[in-house]
């Protein structure tokens, strides 16, 4: 049986070598020069394979359609890939919040053990091969027409397809939303199409509401996310709350950074997957209603953090106010508390009242910011959305709309929190796919 796998991501490739070690005659095709561009990518170009958890509690951690990829997780686990990769000779330890990443800290080792194993299997790899239509007849496939790296049009026959193409996030990757097409020409729906683990911007001066520009002296969040631009802040404590509704929408505890336009770092990717999801969310952006809330000592309650403070501002009796954190707080970061708390920086410590005191307190452990809007698709992890999960088979990826069609990764209406869970779905979606 001839197979045509289209796109040469971690899905396409996992789908290419499970067919072939099935027996069967596997053409990849790949619009991009070189494969796994995508992958090469992930976890900041160290690629965070998956996780450690259980593979069970994989599905509470794809808050994107997670029970429908039960029977794939389960025909491929986090186990299986690692495994997989260590008889490619690739080592990997296990890193802070359950993530799995190569000893190297290279994806490029990732990438070129998938091509190893594709090279022993004799998978017939065609780079430059942009597909243009996949051709049915009856409601069953029949083949695959693409231009080939020579600009001809090629007709390429084949018994069963597997489109795993991505989605529409880092588009210079190859993953620009062909696959939809290709789909939706064959009669499947595509799920509305957003970005998911994507940073998020704050808001300015001239869209954020008097009661916000109240809360801090520097003016509005953007301007204040400039000047932290670049600091990380590691184990802090997230709260997003919407406002309006008084609802608490995600917690989070863990890493984030400052950027020129808002926020980023691992915590914040995963809250714009809830975020996304959360009723009237573009609304609730426009009138400044959704919050973040950073805890800056989330290891002190209110009361040990005044404590510290008291014994801190004794040791420093006779300083100024503006060099008297030090102890407390990142370089960067004290200018801003220090304006934001409109204690007079150049008050001794000994002359600051306890009211002032509380105040900086509060200013601590609700250190907070005002979110605007989502930054574009180009600028996400993954993408949220996709082929309708009701037109796919769980059990085995197959449409059911067109015979012989199978999907795998990012193209399907799949979406996860950071820590591997992503890449997880496209080995388990790809295996289970190429089975």
């Not at 780079?127 to 083949?143: D, F, M, R, Y």
Request: glycine residues 8%.
């Amino acid at each position: 049986m001839k197979v045509v796998v289209i796109g040469g991501g971690p899905a396409g490739m996992m789908s290419a070598i499970t067919a072939s070690e099935k027996g069967h005659k596997v053409i990849l095709l790949e619009k991009m020069n070189t494969l796994g561009r995508k992958l090469l990518i992930t976890g900041k170009g160290r690629c965070n394979i998956t996780s450690s958890l259980d593979i069970k509690d994989f599905i509470s951690n794809v808050p994107g359609n997670g029970k429908f990829l039960y029977s794939s997780f389960q025909n491929y686990t986090n186990n299986d890939i690692i495994n997989f990769l260590q008889k490619q000779g690739v080592k990997v330890k296990e890193e802070r919040g359950n993530r799995i990443f190569p000893v190297s800290d290279k994806s490029k080792e990732v990438l070129d053990a998938f091509i190893r194993r594709m090279k022993v299997l004799k998978i017939d790899i065609r780079t430059n091969s942009k597909v243009v239509k996949i051709e049915t007849e009856n409601g069953a496939v029949k083949g695959v027409r693409y231009i080939n790296e020579q600009g001809k049009d090629v007709l390429e026959n084949a018994d069963k397809v597997i489109l795993a193409t991505g989605g529409k996030s880092y588009p210079n990757t190859g993953s620009t939303g062909d696959g939809y097409n290709l789909a939706s020409s064959l009669g499947h729906n595509i799920t509305k199409i957003k970005p998911s683990l994507v940073p998020i911007s704050v808001a300015d001066k001239r869209s954020e509401t008097e009661k916000v520009l109240r809360e801090s002296s520097i003016g509005d969040s953007l301007n204040l996310c400039k000047k932290l631009q670049g600091l990380t802040l590691k184990n802090v404590l997230i709260k997003i709350k919407d406002e309006k509704n008084n609802k608490l929408v995600y917690e989070d505890f863990g890493e984030m950074i400052f950027t020129h336009f808002g926020v980023s770092g691992p915590i914040i990717l995963s809250s714009s997957a809830i975020l996304l999801r959360y009723k009237n969310i573009e609304e609730l952006f426009k009138q400044g209603n959704i919050k973040l809330v950073i805890d800056l000592k989330p290891a002190l309650s209110v009361e040990k953090l005044e404590l510290r403070l008291i014994r801190e501002f004794k040791e420093q009796n006779n300083k100024l106010f503006r060099n008297s954190l030090d102890n407390l707080l990142p370089k960067k970061l004290i200018h801003s508390i220090v304006e934001i708390s409109n204690i007079n920086p150049n008050k001794k410590i000994n002359e600051i009242t306890k009211e002032e005191r509380s105040n900086l307190v509060n200013i601590l452990k609700n250190f907070k910011l005002t979110f605007r809007e989502f930054r574009p698709i180009e600028d996400a992890i993954i993408t949220a959305g996709g082929i309708n999960i009701k037109e796919i088979n769980p059990k085995t990826m197959e449409s059911k709309k067109v015979k012989g069609l199978f999907f795998a990764g990012e193209i399907i209406d799949v979406d996860a929190y950071t820590g591997g869970f992503n890449l997880q779905i496209a080995y388990s979606t790809g295996y289970t796919a190429g089975m």
